[in-house]
């Protein structure tokens, strides 16, 4: 396997996408959507939110309903504080992880049926470079700016959470042990689950709308995790956090594997 032709590949993709607004801006939005709006007016208006969220309503009596490390957490802060300390730091964490696995999944859905929509894969098909060198970098391309977008996005949120509660909370408070680990463990495996199931997706479908249509069901096990912190069921920490990442790696490893043994450029020419 060489590197020179991953790396003109990726080299190579980067720059068409760059290009092309439309992936630029499908790149950029869904941060400063979920990661910039969302927690503005989560905690600008925490009335509304409590209406979206009704077992919230009740703030005074919700700690004894939560995990005794998050009462931990919250002990001594005021119905506000633990409004604003809750909902950025556990509540829209699901939101977060969205972003990386948007993104990558966005750019895989490109990588081979965008290719087919603008004549292009049959002069990548026909390079000197094996079926595996060109779908690594296939893979490598999304899941870089995916991760450029995890990383990116969690600057962002952790400017506009101090920012928004600082009137609250009087000190900066994010981000948590528990964000670092979403972060550094699980946002590298949502952005590979995104391009690993998308490539599957891409390779077979014939334009980037097809592909996005097949593939827009993978953001519903967030949004579940999502919602089932919102009602209670249960809280991410450490271990639940650990646990999601190593989760998501096994089934990205599945789906990478797969993608890897079906993939062979003689069957993509003809179809």
């Known amino acids: 396997m060489h590197g020179r032709a991953i790396f003109a590949i990726v080299y190579k993709d980067l720059k ?12 950029i939005l869904p941060p400063l959507v979920m990661l910039a709006i969302f927690p503005l007016l989560a905690v600008v208006l925490p009335a509304g939110a ?26 001594g802060l005021n119905a506000k504080q633990r409004w604003d300390f809750l909902t950025l730091v ?9 972003v990386p696995l948007t993104i990558a999944s966005t750019i895989a859905a490109d990588s081979f049926a965008g290719e087919k929509e603008r ?18 970098a296939k893979v490598l391309t999304p899941w870089l700016l995916g991760m450029g977008g995890a990383l990116g996005g969690f600057l962002l949120y952790a400017f506009v959470a101090n920012a928004v509660a600082w009137s609250d909370m009087h ?15 699980v946002a590298p495996a949502a952005a590979a689950l995104g391009l690993s199931s998308m490539e599957l997706v891409s390779v077979r479908a014939k334009s980037v709308r097809e592909a996005n249509q097949l593939g827009s069901a993978i953001v519903v096990p967030l949004l579940l995790l999502m919602f089932a912190q919102a009602v209670g069921i249960f809280y991410l920490n450490l271990w639940l956090s ?14 990478l594997w797969l993608g890897g043994r079906l993939f062979r450029r003689f069957i993509i020419m003809v179809r």
Not at 18 to 27: E, I, K, W
Not at 63 to 70: A, D, F, G, N, R
Not at 119 to 136: G, H, M, V
């Open 16 to 27: 068409v996408i760059m290009q092309n607004r439309q992936l630029v801006l499908s790149m």
């Open 50 to 75: 409590k209406v979206l969220v009704p077992p919230l309503a009740g703030l005074d009596g919700l700690p004894q309903h939560l995990p005794t490390s998050i009462q931990a957490e919250i002990a």
């Open 242 to 255: 650990l646990l999601l990442g190593l989760c998501l790696w096994t089934i990205d490893g599945v789906l």
């Open 119 to 136: 004549k292009t894969l049959e002069a990548l098909l026909y390079t000197p470079a094996t079926d595996q060198e060109i779908f690594l």
């Open 171 to 185: 000190h900066l408070f994010f981000p948590t042990i528990m964000w670092i680990e979403l972060v550094l463990w």
């Open 90 to 98: 556990y509540f829209l964490a699901p939101v977060y992880l969205v």
